[in-house]
């Protein structure tokens, strides 16, 4: 009677500190419906029949702690099974005494196998809950789409917008001031004005069958048009559509206007 209480405080506090961890793990989350009975969940049967197959390696575990703890109870066991033998005989102050000290002992081998266990299991769990988090190929793939767009989708928007800029170079070609021509690959349309422009600028430029058209276009609006394959191939490497040339062209393409112009004024 005496140490009933002590020990229904050491039971509460237990209790409270079990209760604490719970609502701290849960985010202080209460589900009152848990309460209710549930029959059930007494029935063994269930949980045995897929204790296999489900979680092998927590049975695995639950197995080897069991083996583990029995080898330890029987190990303090073992060496104070005389003085168990003979533990009526004595008063219950030392029975009590040697009671607790033998739990005390078992006790820290159990917290000892429990930490270690738990710190494994914990470890599994985090692996496990990391692997269920991580995204499959396909849900990568659709992300993606979703995140930069359908493929097809971009590659058509790119067409429109290749098919944009290069009507808009062919209605740029009239203005033109010279085109500047490689006899069969290259062509870039020069734009030149005196007041409003600091240096040529190039309207358009296309290879191939856009060299074709832009010359074509250039013969329509008597735009004259220049052979010079090496000027023609660096313009069309070195300088965008609507971007004014380099400096280090400078030089020749005046050249170039200048005899454009004499021609003009000759005609």
């Known amino acids: 009677m005496t140490l009933l209480p002590v ?4 039971g509460l506090i237990m209790i409270a500190a079990y209760t604490a961890v719970q609502l701290a793990l849960t985010g202080f989350g209460l589900a009152i419906a848990k309460l209710t009975p549930d029959f059930n969940r007494l029935n063994p049967a269930p949980r045995l029949c897929n204790l296999f197959s489900r979680n092998l390696a927590s049975c695995c575990e639950s197995l080897v702690f069991i083996v583990l703890f029995s080898l330890a109870l029987r190990q303090v066991i073992g060496h104070h099974f005389l003085l168990l ?3 009526p005989q004595k008063t219950m102050h030392i029975a009590l005494l040697t009671v607790g000290t033998l739990l005390k002992r078992l006790l820290t081998a159990a917290v000892i196998m429990i930490l270690c266990f738990g710190s494994y299991d914990a470890y599994r769990q985090y692996k496990r809950y990391a692997k269920q988090l991580r995204m499959t190929k396909h849900e ?3 992300e993606w789409k979703q995140t930069e767009g359908h493929p097809e989708i971009k590659l058509r928007v790119r067409r429109l917008r290749l098919e944009l800029l290069r009507r808009r170079m062919m209605a740029a070609v ?3 001031t010279a085109v500047i021509v490689n ?8 734009q030149y004005e005196r007041v409003t422009m600091n240096a040529p600028r190039v309207v358009a430029k296309g290879k191939n069958l856009l060299a074709q058209r832009i010359r074509m276009i250039a013969r329509e609006h008597n735009i004259p048009i220049m052979e010079n394959p090496p000027l023609a191939r660096a313009l069309f490497k070195n300088c965008e559509v609507g971007q004014e040339i380099p400096e280090h062209f400078y030089k020749i393409v005046a050249e170039v206007l200048a005899y454009v112009y004499t021609c003009l004024n000759n005609k």
């Open 140 to 142: 990568v793939r659709e």
């Open 85 to 87: 033998y003979i533990l």
């Open 174 to 176: 009239p203005k033109a």
């Open 7 to 10: 020990m229904a405080c050491v």
């Open 183 to 190: 006899p069969t690959q290259f062509a870039v349309a020069l």
